[in-house]
């Protein structure tokens, strides 16, 4: 008897050792760059456009000061809040398609807020908002490790002021590319 309670005793311990292999972190290749040619204003000869992202993106479309993706990399937030509003959704969907296309390619987001709020605080509030930002890239297909989220709470303001327009200036999320 005490064989047999030795033998399935080894037998659990044998099955509960196997296990399926260990994911590991392998870099992610970059897609060869193809220089575009433009055929007509706002459109090139790789499916990239000028208003948006769509078939194969470049992987320096975010430097082209003409496109989306450089012209709008800020979610602006109310007061206290941390709520995407809905009319950043399009310029979030086209990041998110731009980085889908280039898994290479790696942004930070940076939280920031306005100067009301003790330091702590804004340094949770702009983390917050960073993470926002974060999960709806997510949801939209960015794979997790191309993103970097940081907070600089009140540090790190856009326009200096002490007015409700310099407030609302602060209060956002900046998408910024790594390497840039």
């Known amino acids: 008897m005490r064989k047999w309670i030795i033998a399935a005793a080894l037998v659990v311990l044998a099955a509960g050792c196997s296990s399926t292999p260990e ?3 392998t870099p992610v290749e970059e897609r ?5 040619t433009t055929t ?14 769509t078939g194969t993106a470049l992987p320096t479309l975010h ?14 937030f109310e007061y206290d809040e941390f709520v995407i509003k809905d009319q950043y959704r ?15 390619l790696r942004i930070t987001l940076q939280g920031n807020t306005d100067e009301r709020g003790t330091r702590e605080y ?16 997510v949801l939209l297909g960015v794979q997790e490790a191309q993103i970097e989220t940081v907070s600089f709470g009140k540090e ?3 326009r ?20 840039e």
């Open 23 to 25: 994911k590991t972190d």
């Open 32 to 36: 060869p760059v193809t220089p575009a």
């Open 40 to 53: 007509t204003p706002g459109a090139t000869t790789s499916g990239a456009t000028t208003s948006g992202v």
């Open 63 to 76: 430097k082209d000061p003409t496109n989306i993706l450089a012209k709008q990399r800020s979610v602006y």
């Open 90 to 104: 399009p310029m979030i969907e086209a990041h998110a398609k731009y980085l889908q296309a280039n898994r290479g």
């Open 122 to 137: 804004n340094i949770a509030l702009g983390q917050k908002r960073a993470d926002a930002v974060k999960k709806t890239l």
């Open 156 to 158: 790190k303001p856009r």
């Open 160 to 179: 200096d002021g002490h007015d409700e327009t310099s407030w609302a200036e602060n209060r956002r999320v900046d998408i910024v590319y790594i390497g």
